[in-house]
């Protein structure tokens, strides 16, 4: 017997709910006091711009709102870390999603000589 509209929906909305919480990772966080917890963070690879524009400018509270699970932010707010244990989550997160933070490649050179002859 073929699923019914309502049943693949309902699949899907479940598919989306996984998916959604499998794109955390889970990053310890230092608060001022030296407690920790963790928190769910997106992977350093899908921060958005607006994230990083946020981090540079020294808005922690928005990049955090940004980067960390929304049921995760009162516990930052709670940790009040300091900015060396924001810098290390920062750090934890990008190691963790496998990216440098702050060290991009940038464009390979080209083997070509662009001069011209």
């Known amino acids: ?7 693949i929906e309902a699949a899907r909305a ?6 959604t919480e499998d794109a955390y990772l889970t990053v310890p966080l230092t608060g001022y ?6 928190v769910r963070v997106l992977p350093a690879n899908r921060w958005r711009a607006s994230a990083i524009r946020a981090l540079n ?7 955090m709102e940004i ?3 929304e049921d995760d ?3 930052y707010e709670d940790l009040d870390p300091t900015t060396d244990g924001i810098g290390k989550f920062a ?7 496998g990216e440098a933070l702050g060290k991009s490649s940038g464009p390979s ?5 662009t001069r011209k002859r």
């Open 91 to 97: 750090e934890d997160a990008s190691r963790e999603s």
């Open 67 to 69: 980067v960390l699970h």
């Open 57 to 63: 400018s020294g808005n922690i509270d928005g990049f």
């Open 73 to 75: 932010y009162e516990i």
């Open 14 to 19: 479940q598919e989306t709910e996984a998916d």
């Open 109 to 113: 050179r080209s083997s070509r000589s």
């Open 33 to 38: 006091d030296g407690a920790t917890k963790d």
């Open 1 to 7: 017997m073929p699923a019914t509209k309502d049943q």
